[in-house]
Nanobody
Framework: QVQLVESGGGSAQAGGSLSLSCAAS????????MGWFRQPPGKEREAVAI???????????DYADSVKGRFTISQDNAKNTVYLQMNSLQPEDSAMYYC?????????????????WGQGTQVTVSS
């Protein structure tokens, strides 16, 4: 059973930076697909950044248009951990952020393909 534990997040001023980490256990496949999603209050969950790796080499990376150029997703295969570096934060980035592992389908931003989820970590950006 895959288990995900997120850390990081918190509060930042607009224009600031935060980083998130997600450590996976029980995720032993060599071909991985992990991602970060967020859900603002009263809104649907959306994909923020997705990364696919094969034996530690990235074969896929994609970002929501709203975070391109500001957020960077990366993965440490040895630590089985995925990271999200968030720069130039804006108030609209405020949300609960979730780490997830794909369980079916191709690696991509389709939320329904991700069957394992972390507990979430709050990110709040003030203007």
């Amino acid at each position: 059973q895959v288990q995900l534990v997120e850390s990081g997040g918190g509060s930042a001023q607009a224009g600031g930076s935060l980083s998130l980490s997600c450590a996976a256990s029980g995720y032993t496949t060599s071909r991985k697909c992990m991602g970060w999603f967020r859900q603002p209050p009263g809104k649907e969950r959306e994909a923020v950044a997705i990364i696919g790796t094969n034996w530690g080499s990235t074969y896929y990376a994609d970002y929501a248009d709203s975070v391109k150029g500001r957020f960077t997703i990366s993965q440490d295969n040895a630590k089985n951990t995925v990271y999200l570096q968030m720069n130039s934060l804006q108030p609209e980035d405020s949300a609960m952020y979730y780490c997830a592992v794909r369980s079916t389908g191709p690696c991509g931003r389709n939320t329904r393909n991700f069957g394992y989820w972390g507990q979430g970590t709050q990110v709040t950006v003030s203007s």
